[in-house]
Nanobody, 127 residues
């Protein structure tokens, strides 16, 4: 089992920045890829970004490319999501996810690829 705990959410004005953190514990050595998803009220949970821990492969949703950056600190078993130029439409609960499995790249954009999920952290962007 892998446990994931997110932090760093909050209220920010449009154009501002936040950095989310996801601390992993448990069988972290088995984790292949970690990602971020978000879910706004009344909407489906959607992919935001993912990072393969064994290399430099990163994946981003088109809506966040150029504004968000996913990164990791292996020594701390932590993955970050740096969010810049935030927009009101970025308002959502943000969830960290992890998977031990290997897939083709396109699979990492889907919820089904991930076995472990955090409880989420709320991000609210005011206009």
């Amino acid at each position: 089992q892998v446990q994931l705990v997110e932090s760093g959410g909050g209220l920010v004005q449009a154009g501002g920045s936040l950095r989310l953190s996801c601390a992993a514990s448990g069988r972290t050595f088995s984790t292949n890829t970690m990602g971020w998803f978000r879910q706004a009220p009344g909407k489906e949970r959607e992919f935001v970004a993912a990072l393969k821990l064994s290399g430099r492969n990163t994946y981003y949703a088109d809506s966040v490319k150029g504004r968000f950056t996913i990164s990791r600190d292996n020594a701390k078993n932590t993955v970050y999501l740096q969010m810049n130029s935030l927009k009101p439409e970025d308002t959502a609960a943000y969830y960290c996810a992890a998977t031990p499995s290997y897939y083709t790249s396109s699979a990492y954009y889907t919820r089904a690829a991930y076995n472990y999920w955090g409880q989420g952290t709320q991000v609210t962007v005011s206009s």
